[in-house]
């Protein structure tokens, strides 16, 4: 018996199968499969704003969008980063293992119902490094100078802080993570060689603290001499209320071990502002004193500024528990 020609027969197949044998799958990412971006935050690098996000495995990224921003292209799409970096003066300083990642944005779930494409932090850094490079080299054309500057701007922000630290206090990823990753952002305040002693407590503080405290500003030394009143107990408050609260005590705790009492006194060697790094351990500290300061001068008493201080920072109960032999 002869095939009938005509006949179609039946397929077994679901109807998604059939779709993608006659169009192809689709080469988009599987939403089932995207890593979800559990933080997000603002970072203030090299005088702009970057949207910053950690995922939920850890990893700390940028927006693609965000790295044609951070290196100060005209446009902040992502096809104009790739524009950018694929010229060859720039191109050429820029190694296989680097492209190989810039090639490979991750793909996440952000706030938006869209994918959002990523590279994690340390892309960033090493594209900026590859810039430098190049410029180095005289390999950047003239309207490529203000990229240059652009990546020394964020590279000289680097110079004591690492950006996952960075991006972790700007998300608050910081306050979830394991004890390495505090370790490593205490070490970001902290200077590897004691520097040279600078007046970091102006007079007018322990001006005001004498006020708040009742006692007298100035005392007499036995030569006749006057000074600002500085009682022990100054630098207890200090200790709990402008060192305590950096990294709720761990960054105090670190300073007292680099910087151990010699006497039954609680006398020191050195002064803690001495081992915190410029341009960030030292800036944290002075934004931390100014606050105090702040609330000290609106204050009449010491009760006074205790009620500021919880208002501002929570109950003092409990607070930097580790360290509550120095402040009975």
């Known amino acids: 018996m002869a095939d ?8 077994e197949a679901a109807f998604g199968d059939v779709v993608d044998a006659m169009v192809g799958k689709s080469s988009g990412p599987d939403p089932d499969e995207m890593m979800i971006a559990t933080h997000l935050g603002i970072l203030p690098i090299g005088g702009l704003q ?21 290196l100060g292209l005209k446009s902040e799409g992502g096809n104009a980063f790739m524009k950018t970096l694929s010229r060859k003066g720039l191109g050429s300083e820029i190694d296989e293992k680097l492209w190989d990642k810039i090639d490979n944005p991750i793909v996440f779930k952000s706030l938006g119902s869209d994918p959002a494409h990523g590279y994690e ?7 900026c490094k590859a810039v430098i490079r190049a410029q180095k080299a005289g390999k950047l054309t003239k309207s490529q100078d203000s990229i240059a500057n652009q990546s020394s701007a964020i590279i000289n922000a680097l110079a ?3 950006i996952d630290a ?3 206090e700007a998300t608050g990823y910081q306050s979830e993570r394991g004890p390495d990753a505090l370790r490593l952002l205490v070490n970001a305040y902290i200077e590897k060689e004691m520097r040279e002693w600078e007046k970091e407590f102006p007079d007018d503080y322990y001006i005001t603290l004498n006020k708040v405290y009742g006692s007298d500003p100035y005392v007499t030394r036995a030569l006749g001499s006057v000074v600002i009143n500085k009682p022990q107990h100054f630098g207890n408050f200090t200790n709990r209320f402008v060192y305590g609260p950096l990294e709720n005590g761990e960054v105090l705790k670190e300073l007292q ?15 803690f502002h001495q081992f915190l790094k410029k341009g960030y351990g030292l ?12 609330m000290l001068k609106l204050s009449d008493n010491i009760d006074d500024f205790k009620r500021l201080y919880e208002k501002r920072f929570g109950p003092l109960d409990g607070q930097f528990t580790m360290f509550s032999d120095f402040f009975k």
């Open 166 to 168: 960075l991006i972790d």
């Open 257 to 271: 071990r680099l910087n151990p009492q010699i006497d039954a006194k609680g006398s020191r060697k050195q002064k």
């Open 4 to 11: 009938k020609k005509d006949r179609i027969e039946p397929i």
């Open 160 to 162: 004591k802080v690492g």
């Open 121 to 127: 932090a340390e892309v960033l850094v090493d594209v």
């Open 283 to 294: 800036e944290k500290l002075r934004a931390q004193r100014q606050e105090v300061l702040t």
């Open 50 to 70: 970057l949207e910053c996000y950690v995922l939920e495995d850890g990893r700390r990224v940028f927006h693609k969008r965000g790295m044609a921003k951070a």
